[in-house]
């Protein structure tokens, strides 16, 4: 699976952090699918009990996502591989904090209309896909779009979480994107969240049979609505943001191999 790496640079690194950190700028990097989805970035996403490392890169760089993605960045070119006494080698870990660390950090996110964006909770993100950091589109993405919701109507949720309300309140869904002569229109999550009644973020089949829907119909029929490339075909334009991404430093390739269904019996 070929992703892109999206870089969200944390503009105030916690300063008992640094003592770790050095001075390389600090990245939570989230894998996708969908980058020319990212002018429509409102926040990013963590799983509150993951596990997650502060790695070292080859450029100096510190990329915040789970050992393991860290670990496929370095058979990458991208990360550094260091030899343990036993022989064995592993990625240079800097720090390792939780997801409910990282809440709340503020965060820059490329082409995102927003100066800042935060990083909020999602209880259904995977750390065996991607990096564990998922970024939010939730004009696009039924999930993001659930998940935002749930944060801005659920202040029992925010305080269990430790969620205040200016993270996620002022952030309205961005509009990236036309699906012409649909009844999706230019917020296809919304429209099918509502539709499917779709009550939370936890609702995870309605949410999978949601994005099944959505994905293919805001890939091939989508037409950009904003950047530089309005009014051009979303499938058109997409390999083109992407390597204008990578050309600027704001992104990266990454591969993942395609993940393997284990068999359990008894
Ligand atoms: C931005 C985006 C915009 C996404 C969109 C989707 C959509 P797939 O097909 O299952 O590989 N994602 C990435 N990593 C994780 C994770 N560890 N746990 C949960 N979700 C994750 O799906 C890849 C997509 O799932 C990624 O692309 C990411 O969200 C999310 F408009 O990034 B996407 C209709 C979907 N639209």
Redesign the pocket.
Same mark, same amino acid.
């Given at each position: 699976?070929q992703?892109t790496l999206i870089k969200l640079r944390v503009k105030e690194v916690p300063s008992e952090w640094r003592a770790s950190l050095g001075d390389g700028e600090v990245f939570l990097v989230?894998? !996708?699918?969908?980058p020319e989805?990212?002018y @429509?970035q409102t926040n990013c996403f963590v799983l509150p009990e993951g596990d997650y490392g502060f790695f070292r890169m080859k450029s100096g760089e510190i990329f915040v996502c789970t050992r393991r993605s860290a670990l496929n960045m370095c058979y990458q070119d991208l990360g550094e591989l260091q030899e343990l006494p036993s022989g064995a080698k592993e990625p240079v870990c800097l720090l390792e904090k939780t997801g409910q660390d990282l809440v709340g950090l503020p965060l820059q996110a490329p082409l995102a209309a927003y100066d800042t964006v935060y990083a909020l909770p999602?209880l !259904?993100?995977?750390?065996?896909?991607?990096? @564990?950091?998922?970024?939010?589109?939730p004009?696009?993405?039924?999930?993001?779009y659930a998940c935002l919701l749930d944060w801005k109507k659920r202040a029992n949720w925010r305080e269990q979480y430790s969620v205040k309300e200016e993270w996620c309140q002022p952030f309205d869904v961005v509009e990236i994107l036309e699906i012409p002569d649909s009844q999706f229109g230019s917020t296809s999550?919304q429209a099918i969240c509502e539709q499917m009644k779709i009550e939370s973020h936890k609702d995870k089949e309605k949410l999978a049979a949601?994005?099944k829907e959505?994905?293919l119909k805001?890939f091939y029929a989508g037409v950009m609505k904003v950047g530089p490339y309005a009014g051009q075909k979303v499938e058109d334009v997409k390999p083109i943001i992407r390597q204008e991404l990578i050309d600027q430093g704001l992104a990266a390739a990454y591969w993942e191999p395609e993940s393997r269904v284990v068999a359990r019996s008894g």
């Open positions: 699976q992703y989230a894998a !996708t699918l969908r989805t990212m @429509g999602m !259904t993100i995977s750390m065996q896909k991607g990096t @564990g950091i998922v970024t939010s589109v004009a696009e993405s039924p999930d993001d999550a949601a994005k959505v994905y805001g």
